[in-house]
């Protein structure tokens, strides 16, 4: 029971007590002020910080001589050298269940990882979110069984052999490096929340990116052929908003005439990528792409699509905009650049298939990387051309700037000589 006592010429009772250490088990003397002058309320709250303390070691519900067996047991184990990782986890699971009456969390890596995607999906949208889930499907199926062992089990070579055999399949290391970075952030996640100590794919170094396979731009003479070519008005202004504004397929694709200000001349939208962030996008029209605007048939209602045959179709697929662009090239004689074939995982038997799909060096986006080295070779400073194309990483957007020979060599003209 808690006594009181004052110290030499103070008026404030002070109160001691004893209190079982919740992992010794032991009594150890507790000593607080019970900032009261008067005896009586003094010796009332004593009780009550008495109360307080033994409830925190878990004295009431004799926790800590609970806890301590639970220690002796493991400690036993660990002499006999039985002790393992399952085992331990279930020691830790009691004690927590003890301490705090919940349960320990416990995930397997398949179960956090989908948890991890899940909560993603809640706060990210668009292309990032799809890829967040595709770069977890792929590490699942990769794992095949071991994706129910618990999420601690996987290790630094774990992560080493996806990147690799992602990589057997024909992707590019950036592609793969984008799968380690993905899976990686599940658990770093993982790391804060207490679940695993460390992240496996921290240490992991990326991959050299020179296999990549880069965008390139269009001329002006090619873009004037896939515009010629184009087999609709909406396929016609598609292709110049693509040119003359940098737009991602989708979101040209799905373009509002709200977003089309022709009495200011500027077109201003916030693209999918970036819709959480909310960060919108403001675009000077270029005469070209005006005139085109002013001559299509206007609608009234700014929620009405500028091109309402092509809106609402997929953009991958085999009657996707991706092909159909594909085949405007063709129509136009354009080349689709360099190709490499990437080869799809094998869920049920972590093969890689020998049928996969051929990538190539110019698509739709192909006018994005346009649209910026136009802006480029006009010498547009890079921080008015990442505001219009959205960017906010300069090593990103600097992939997308192809100086064209001519300006280069307006460059080096401007070169002092050696001569005085």
């Known amino acids: 029971m808690a006594s009181i006592y004052k110290r030499e010429n103070s008026k404030i009772w002070q109160c001691a007590f004893y209190v079982p250490d919740p992992v010794t088990g032991k009594g150890k003397q507790v000593r607080k002020s019970t900032d009261c002058t008067s005896k009586t309320k ?52 009691e004690i927590v269940r003890i301490s705090t009456g919940e349960d320990l969390p416990a995930f397997t890596v398949k179960t956090w990882l989908e948890e991890w995607q899940r909560r993603k999906a809640a706060v990210t949208v668009g292309p990032t979110a799809l890829r967040y889930k595709a770069s977890v499907n792929a590490f699942v199926s990769w794992m095949g069984e071991r994706a129910n062992k618990p999420l601690e089990s996987v290790t630094i070579g774990d992560m080493r052999a996806f990147r690799d055999f992602m990589q ?39 991959l050299p990116t020179d296999d990549s396979i880069d965008r390139q731009p269009f001329t002006r003479g090619e873009v004037m052929k896939l515009a010629d070519a184009s087999p609709s008005q909406d396929w016609r ?19 509002k005439w709200g977003s089309v200000d022709l009495a200011a001349g ?53 009657h996707g905009l991706s092909l159909t662009f ?41 006018l994005r990387h346009t649209f910026t080295s136009w802006l480029a070779n006009e010498d547009v400073p890079e921080e008015l051309r990442m505001r219009m194309t959205g960017h906010t990483d300069s090593g990103v957007h600097q992939a997308y700037s192809h100086h064209e020979v001519e300006t280069l060599a307006r460059a080096i003209a401007k070169l002092p000589g050696l001569e005085k």
């Open 42 to 93: 003094a010796q009332a709250a004593a009780v009550k910080l008495e109360e307080e303390e033994k409830k925190k070691a878990g004295a009431g519900e004799d926790r800590s001589q609970r806890i301590q067996a639970v220690l002796v047991k493991a400690g036993e184990e660990a002499i006999r050298e039985t002790l393992n990782a399952a085992r331990a986890r279930a020691y830790l699971s």
């Open 266 to 318: 500027v077109i201003r939208l916030i693209p999918a990528k970036t819709k959480r962030k909310k960060r919108e996008v403001v675009i000077p029209m270029h005469t070209d792409l005006r005139t085109f605007f002013e001559g299509h048939p206007i609608s009234d209602d700014p929620a009405d699509p500028v091109f309402p045959s092509l809106a609402n179709k997929s953009i991958s697929g085999q």
């Open 168 to 206: 057997s399949g024909g992707r590019t290391a950036r592609t793969c490096n984008h799968y380690v970075k993905d899976v990686g952030s599940g658990f770093r996640s993982a790391v804060r929340e207490g679940l695993i100590t460390y992240n496996p794919a921290s240490s992991l170094e990326s």
């Open 326 to 366: 594909a085949s405007i090239m063709n129509a136009a004689g354009i080349s689709r650049g360099k190709t490499r074939i990437v080869k799809r995982a094998d869920k049920e038997k972590g093969e890689i298939q020998k049928a996969g799909r051929t990538v190539h060096a110019r698509s739709f986006h192909s």
């Open 237 to 255: 202004g598609l292709i110049l908003s693509g040119a003359f504004t940098g737009l991602r397929l989708a979101d040209a694709a799905k373009l």
